[in-house]
């Protein structure tokens, strides 16, 4: 906290030697998250995830206020294993091929304020960070059925919301006039969440799903590559 309010204190007086006209910036960005801390227990490497946001500047100042909306599919796998079901008017059981996927989704809905000194051809930036984000497991399961695949629906879902908190650093580096090339770095923190560990689901007798539910803080580092426009 001592070294954002010493940028603070250089950074702004400067402000005033660079006091374009300040523009509003919509971006569209490619995301690698890092997980750190717990979560990265039962997550193997990294995820790759995309991201939208806007930056509007408070009337001519070097502050601005953004909105973020990122998604990321965190986790996913296939399990293959017989389905089994009656059949009333043969009163025989039926067994098919079939294949149960999990996905794991994470989606972050952040707002930020902005540091932004110049608004030049290059521009250096430092963010607060916060707002939600959200941890979604759900399934399907594919039939196979006379040599055709279905889809027999969703088999379960679950769902978790919890507060995020962070900072970020990055710059700007124009291509033209209206178009920049965006490089970020991303430190955010969560509060504590539920969430569905995929290595404990377990089917069983084809029919039914058991599975841990375990209480984890999710930290992680975002790095981002992206394309901004200005208008």
Same mark, same amino acid.
């Not at 902005?114 to 399961?141: C, H, M, N, T």
């Not at 879902?157 to 965006?182: C, H, M, P």
């Not at 504590?192 to 039914?208: A, C, E, K, M, R």
């Given at each position: 906290?001592?070294?954002?309010?010493?940028?603070?204190?250089?950074?702004?007086?400067?402000?005033?030697?660079?006091?374009?006209?300040?523009?509003?910036?919509?971006?569209?960005?490619?995301?690698?998250?890092?997980? !750190? $801390?717990?979560?990265?227990?039962?997550?193997?490497?990294?995820?790759?995830?995309?991201?939208?946001? !806007?930056?509007?500047?408070?009337?001519?100042?070097?502050?601005?206020?953004?909105?973020?909306?990122?998604?990321?599919?965190?986790?996913?796998? #296939?399990?293959?294993?017989?389905?089994?079901?009656?059949?009333?008017?043969?009163?025989?059981?039926?067994?098919?091929?079939?294949?149960?996927?999990?996905?794991?989704?994470?989606?972050?809905?952040?707002?930020?304020?902005?540091?932004?000194?110049? $608004?030049?051809?290059?521009?250096?930036?430092?963010?607060?960070?916060?707002?939600?984000?959200?941890?979604?497991?759900?399934? #399907?399961?594919?039939?196979?059925?006379?040599?055709?695949?279905?889809?027999?629906?969703? /088999?379960?879902?679950?769902?978790?919301? !919890?507060?995020?908190?962070?900072?970020?650093?990055?710059?700007?580096?124009?291509? /033209?006039?209206?178009?920049?090339? $965006?490089?970020?770095?991303?430190?955010?923190?969560?509060?504590?969440?539920?969430?569905?560990?995929?290595?404990?689901?377990?089917?069983?007798?084809?029919?039914?799903?058991?599975?841990?539910?375990?209480?984890?803080?999710?930290?992680?580092?975002?790095?981002?590559?992206?394309?901004?426009?200005?208008?």
């Amino acid at each position: 906290m001592k070294r954002l309010i010493t940028f603070l204190l250089f950074f702004l007086p400067l402000c005033s030697i660079s006091q374009v006209s300040r523009r509003t910036y919509s971006n569209v960005s490619l995301q690698y998250i890092q997980p !750190t $801390d717990s979560i990265k227990n039962f997550l193997e490497g990294g995820f790759w995830g995309i991201n939208a946001g !806007t930056q509007i500047p408070v009337f001519n100042s070097p502050i601005e206020i953004g909105f973020d909306y990122a998604w990321c599919n965190f986790d996913s796998e #296939d399990r293959d294993f017989v389905l089994s079901y009656y059949q009333s008017f043969t009163g025989q059981y039926i067994y098919n091929n079939a294949t149960i996927r999990f996905r794991n989704s994470n989606n972050r809905a952040l707002c930020n304020i902005r540091i932004k000194p110049f $608004d030049g051809p290059i521009q250096p930036y430092i963010d607060l960070v916060g707002g939600f984000e959200s941890y979604r497991v759900s399934s #399907d399961i594919i039939t196979m059925e006379g040599g055709y695949s279905a889809t027999t629906g969703s /088999n379960f879902q679950y769902f978790d919301i !919890t507060e995020v908190i962070g900072w970020s650093a990055g710059f700007r580096i124009s291509s /033209n006039e209206k178009l920049f090339i $965006d490089f970020k770095f991303q430190n955010l923190m969560s509060q504590p969440v539920n969430y569905i560990d995929l290595n404990s689901i377990i089917v069983i007798d084809s029919q039914s799903i058991n599975y841990t539910i375990k209480e984890i803080t999710p930290k992680k580092f975002v790095y981002q590559v992206g394309l901004s426009y200005t208008y």
